[in-house]
Nanobody, 122 residues
Framework: VQLQASGGGLVQAGGSLRLSCVAS????????MGWFRQAPGKEREFVAGIRWGAGTRYYADSVKGRFTISRDGAKNTVYLEMNSLQPDDTAVYYCAVAFRGLSTVEDDYNYWGQGTQVTVSS
């Protein structure tokens, strides 16, 4: 599976962005799609995830209430709507797929997108 992430950019604090991640082939109900991010000098961290079949959503505490993950099965696409962005959200954002289901651990993910840069200015 190839994952293509897009939608990053430069935004002012308080602004919004929507990231997209398109999978090269159909995903199945058992799969789990996640968004991670890595800020300069920091480890990559889980941001949000969604069960492909049921649509159940999971969020890191740091983004709850501000970020929304969703999917479009017909387009094999997962989205990350990011609102009320803050400078601490500045990072490279990656999408990834875990074939074995729900996980917030990056080692459990099978394929990764190339990352898209999000920069939030103060």
């Amino acid at each position: 599976v190839q994952l293509q992430a897009s939608g990053g950019g430069l935004v002012q604090a308080g602004g919004s962005l929507r990231l997209s991640c398109v999978a090269s082939r159909r995903l199945y109900s058992s799969h789990f799609m996640g968004w991670f991010r890595q800020a300069p000098g920091k480890e990559r961290e889980f941001v949000a995830g969604i069960r492909w079949g049921a649509g159940t959503r999971y969020y890191a505490d740091s983004v709850k209430g501000r970020f929304t993950i969703s999917r479009d099965g017909a387009k094999n696409t997962v989205y990350l709507e990011m609102n009320s962005l803050q400078p601490d959200d500045t990072a490279v954002y990656y999408c990834a797929v875990a074939f074995r289901g729900l996980s917030t651990v990056e080692d459990d993910y099978n394929y990764w997108g190339q990352g898209t840069q999000v920069t939030v200015s103060s």
